[in-house]
Nanobody, 125 residues
Framework: DVQLQASGGGSVQYGGSLRLSCVRSGFPFDDYHIGWFCQAPGKEREGISYISSDGSTYYADSVKGRFTISDDGAKNTAYLQMDSLKPDDTAVYYC???????????????????WGQGTQVTVSS
């Protein structure tokens, strides 16, 4: 079975940093797409960053310049380095994966077939 395991969340102060990890196991696809999503209380799940196995990346405007996505195929692990964190970044963060996503759908949570459990990120002012 395909499993995604997200970790690395925590509580930090304004301006702090965290690195989220997403380990995938039982993932048999050579071509793949990884997305990071966040969901704050009372809000919809939002796609904030994306990376594909060919190295293409995407960042939502809200995180551009502060977050960096990467993927280590040999370790089957994707990362989201989050710097200059703000209270507005407080949310549960999820990683997701799929072997086939069209470019126009990379921010849509419905496009991803595999999900990890969430990891809480809390940023205090």
């Amino acid at each position: 079975d395909v499993q995604l395991q997200a970790s690395g969340g925590g509580s930090v102060q304004y301006g702090g940093s965290l690195r989220l990890s997403c380990v995938r196991s039982g993932f048999p696809f050579d071509d793949y797409h990884i997305g990071w999503f966040c969901q704050a209380p009372g809000k919809e799940r939002e796609g904030i960053s994306y990376i594909s196995s060919d190295g293409s990346t995407y960042y939502a405007d809200s995180v551009k310049g502060r977050f960096t996505i990467s993927d280590d195929g040999a370790k089957n692990t994707a990362y989201l380095q989050m710097d200059s964190l703000k209270p507005d970044d407080t949310a549960v963060y999820y990683c997701a994966a799929d072997p086939s996503i069209i470019q126009s759908s990379i921010r849509s949570h419905t496009a991803y077939g595999y999900w990890g459990q969430g990891t809480q990120v809390t940023v205090s002012s």
